[in-house]
């Protein structure tokens, strides 16, 4: 079956750089169609889609936050990673992520969720 | 961009009761790629409904999904203790509107 998993620091102090992983099972990252995106969600707040990066390599991310964020993959690991530079304390919050299916564009399973909190 | 819009921002309703929750686009939007998800406090969200209309596995069929163009809405026929949650939409899989609390 599909799971996915995040990781990454609880707490980060501002200006450093977050780096989060993914590391999923149940599918391939090499299989056409297949792709992983990035959501995260401030405490009592809505969620916000951050990153994708698909099977063929190409890559799309928030305009907002484009300059901050960079998401690569690692098919031997089965995993994908997310880094986003320059931490502020509003990036605290709650960082998902979820594969898409590209049939629909809709993201059929998720992790639960790494809590990353930005604090000096 | 697409702008997502729903409404009402919470939906304060009792067991057995109907809901409809709107979610609005900015601009013209395909149904084959509007979902809707499902979230309880402390949880991951959950895909309830995509293609606009289609149940994804294990939803039940009190949930139904509506809508073309600008205008999509999630309905709940009789409300059951486990709906209470906050509903999010989400076009082409990336951008989502801002939720609607149920309640």
């Known amino acids: 079956q599909v799971t996915l998993r995040e990781s990454g620091p609880a707490l980060v102090r501002p200006t450093q750089t977050l780096t989060v992983t993914c590391t999923f099972s149940?599918?391939?990252?090499?299989?056409?169609?297949?792709?992983v995106n990035w959501i995260r969600q401030p405490p009592g707040q809505a969620l916000e889609w951050l990153a994708r990066i698909d099977w063929d390599g190409d890559k799309y991310y928030n305009t907002s936050l484009k300059t901050r964020l960079t998401i690569s993959k690692d098919i031997s690991k089965n995993q994908v990673v997310l880094t986003m530079t320059d931490m502020d304390p509003l990036d605290t919050g709650t960082y998902y992520c979820a594969r898409l299916n590209s049939d629909g564009y809709y993201l059929d399973f998720w992790g639960q969720g790494t809590l990353v909190t930005v604090s000096s | 961009e697409v702008v997502l819009t729903q409404s009402p921002d919470t939906l304060s309703l009792s067991p057995g009761e109907r809901a409809n929750l709107s979610c609005r686009a900015s601009q013209r939007v395909s149904s084959s790629y509007l979902s809707w998800y499902q979230q309880k406090p402390g949880q991951a969200p959950r895909l309830l409904m995509y293609?606009?209309?289609t149940r994804a596995s294990g939803v039940p069929d009190r949930f139904t999904g509506s809508g073309s163009g600008t205008d999509f809405t999630l309905t709940i026929s009789r409300l059951e203790s486990e709906d209470f949650a906050v509903y999010y939409c989400?076009?082409?899989?990336?951008?989502f509107g801002p939720g609607t609390k149920v309640d």
């Open positions: 989400q076009q082409f899989g990336s951008v």
């Open positions: 293609a606009a209309s």
């Open positions: 149940g599918f391939s990252l090499s299989t056409s169609g297949m792709c």
